[in-house]
């Protein structure tokens, strides 16, 4: 599926990153704010769907209990992904990502990806 800036990222395009990083070596920020993450990413994988995040909001600094509260309520349940190309294509509109080095999958309000969401439990 494509974004709204007509990417889309091919099934396993993130398996090199992730070997390398595990979820580790990923970043869970706020509306890619690199100066405040946010929490940390328990678990980082690609599934049928697509990326699959599971990950803990913390509330270590005033960013992340107000993204943890903006999750809470509901005005926040969006996905964005933060990254470098390795590998890419042209498909008529469309840039095809059959590689990427993975660094921050942030909170944010409007994912470039309208379908990538997240839920509190």
Known sequence: MADLNGDVVQAGAFADSLAKTGAEGVRMLN?????????????????ERGLFVRGRIEDWSPEARFAAALSRAGA??????????ARARRQGRLRV?????LWEVSLVTFPMLPGARFSVA
């Open 97 to 101: 990502l059959s590689g990427v080095e």
């Open 31 to 47: 509306q890619h704010d690199g100066r405040a993450p946010v929490g940390v990413w328990d678990e980082v994988r690609e599934d």
């Open 76 to 85: 926040m349940d969006g996905l964005s992904i933060g990254y470098r190309t």
